[in-house]
């Protein structure tokens, strides 16, 4: 058999049948087997460098748009009559592409063509704005969720809350803008995503602590274990640091659910882990701040005796310790002995207040005299810095108080001074009053922290 390639035979393509142009192949084939199989004896296979198009830099060319219908929107190649992707910017490919459409637009020339090419381009560029407009509105309904979850949980109102909102923005939505309801409608507000939402805020917030922590050149907490709504037992964990450009950062660190005890030795466990968690060293630990309770203050066992001794072991520093200044001011009430002056005004409030008739006729008239009290706050030990209040209020609607006693039993009111203004118990009352309330502390620790 004669192993010399045979001719190839000078024909137009386009004229072949499909038996012609397979036996064209064969003989290309042929022709160039020899050569093929010399290069892959000749050179190792691992050695072979794969060519690869974007190592070509292929540009492309404008005069294409016109001739195939084409052009190039982010460095893609799209077919403007079928609106698909040309993945090699070859102008054998893009030929090859445009002869399977071409019997739609091949009939377009001059003009015509042009004008049917801006059309092309014009329709793709409404199309991919419509995506684009989609786009951004499902941008701005998950913003808009994110920034309603965050309102719902700064007011502790519960997540079910959601639904309402966005049922009151729907209406809202009908009356004044009643072509972008479907904007509103958008907007996800379920429980479970407000749920969602409010998680990945914490976490925002817990990843923004960690990236500043870092910075800190100094830091304090304050601690305080209480009982929530449901009886579990919570310990709130605040941070309060310095970085060396003297900026002051403030946040509740976290909120931690201690489900069995409340011990010292658990309390610095919780504290001790959080502060590995926020990477806070406890080198920087300046100061902490707690309540008075045992568990807290415990010589041995207590919290800040736990705590003062990891850090003897560490570096051999101590920390400064300190009170709250509202259980201070609790402190300072103990040693007070006001009995003389709430004993009496506890009696003219229990008896306003424990009686209905009586509760009902002393608000009717304030009401009549247009006083701007409703009425008289009963008095209780527990929430001792809220007696100034009281105080105030008593001090206020003295003479309205002496003419509702008038009016009542003389035996009942007998127990209480005729004349008000005449009692050292009376005249008490304006240097009581003026002990500050839990929110006038709150205010005079910020400004002392600031």
Same mark, same amino acid.
């Given at each position: ?34 050569? =093929?199989? #010399?290069?892959? !004896?000749? +050179?190792? &296979? ?9 190592? /070509? ?89 994110? =920034?309603? #979850?965050?309102? !719902?949980? +700064?007011? &502790? ?9 966005? /049922? ?178 506890k009696k003219v409030i229990n008896f306003i207040r424990s009686r209905g008739l009586n509760q009902r006729q002393f608000t009717a008239f304030l009401s009549e005299l247009d006083s701007e009290y409703s009425g008289l706050s009963y008095y209780t030990e527990v929430r001792w810095l809220s007696c100034s209040k009281i105080l105030k209020q008593f001090w206020d609607l003295k003479e309205e108080i002496c003419q509702f006693l008038k009016t009542k039993n003389q035996d009942i009111s007998s127990s209480f001074p005729k004349d008000m203004s005449d009692t050292d118990s009376h005249k008490s009352i ?21």
């Amino acid at each position: 058999m004669d192993s010399r390639p045979r001719p190839m035979r000078n024909v137009k393509y386009e004229h072949l049948t499909e038996g012609d142009k397979n036996e064209i192949m064969d003989d290309i084939l042929e022709f160039t087997e020899p050569f =093929v199989f #010399s290069m892959s !004896i000749s +050179k190792p &296979s691992g050695s072979k460098i794969k060519r690869k198009i974007a190592d /070509e830099h292929r540009i492309f060319q404008v005069k294409w748009e016109l001739e195939y219908f084409c052009c190039e929107i982010k460095d893609k190649i799209i077919c403007l009559i079928c609106n698909n992707t040309i993945n090699v910017p070859k102008l054998y490919n893009i030929k090859r592409h445009y002869e399977q459409h071409k019997s739609k637009y091949n009939n377009y020339e001059g003009l015509m063509r042009e004008e049917k090419l801006k059309e092309l381009k014009l329709g793709v560029k409404k199309q991919q704005s419509m995506f684009s407009k989609v786009l951004q509105e499902s941008e701005a309904a998950v913003h808009a969720s994110y =920034v309603l #979850s965050e309102l !719902i949980a +700064k007011h &502790s109102k519960p997540f079910t809350d959601g639904d309402f909102i966005k /049922e009151c923005l729907m209406k809202a939505g009908e009356i004044v803008c009643p072509g972008n309801v479907k904007a509103f409608q958008s907007i996800s507000l379920s429980r479970n995503t407000v749920a969602e939402r409010v998680t990945d805020l914490a976490a925002n917030l817990s990843d923004q602590i960690k990236a500043k922590s870092s910075s800190f050149e100094s830091f304090s907490i304050a601690c305080d274990e209480s009982t929530d709504i449901s009886g579990k037992a919570q310990l709130a964990v605040f941070l309060r640091s310095c970085d060396k450009n003297f900026n002051i950062f403030e946040e509740l660190l976290e909120l931690i659910p201690m489900p069995g005890t409340t011990t010292g030795e658990d309390i610095f466990t919780c504290v001790f882990g959080l502060l590995q968690k926020y990477n806070l060293p406890l080198a920087k630990l300046n100061s902490v701040a707690t309540d008075g309770a045992p568990s807290m203050t415990g010589k041995n066992k207590g919290f800040v005796a736990l705590l003062r001794k990891k850090l003897s072991e560490i570096h051999g520093s101590n920390i400064h310790h300190m009170h709250c200044i509202i259980h201070q001011e609790v402190l300072c009430t103990k040693v007070i002995n006001m009995e003389n002056v709430l004993s009496y005004i506890k009696k003219v409030i229990n008896f306003i207040r424990s009686r209905g008739l009586n509760q009902r006729q002393f608000t009717a008239f304030l009401s009549e005299l247009d006083s701007e009290y409703s009425g008289l706050s009963y008095y209780t030990e527990v929430r001792w810095l809220s007696c100034s209040k009281i105080l105030k209020q008593f001090w206020d609607l003295k003479e309205e108080i002496c003419q509702f006693l008038k009016t009542k039993n003389q035996d009942i009111s007998s127990s209480f001074p005729k004349d008000m203004s005449d009692t050292d118990s009376h005249k008490s009352i304006p240097r009581v009053k003026e002990i500050p309330d839990v929110e006038e502390l709150e205010l005079i620790q910020e400004s002392l922290l600031h």
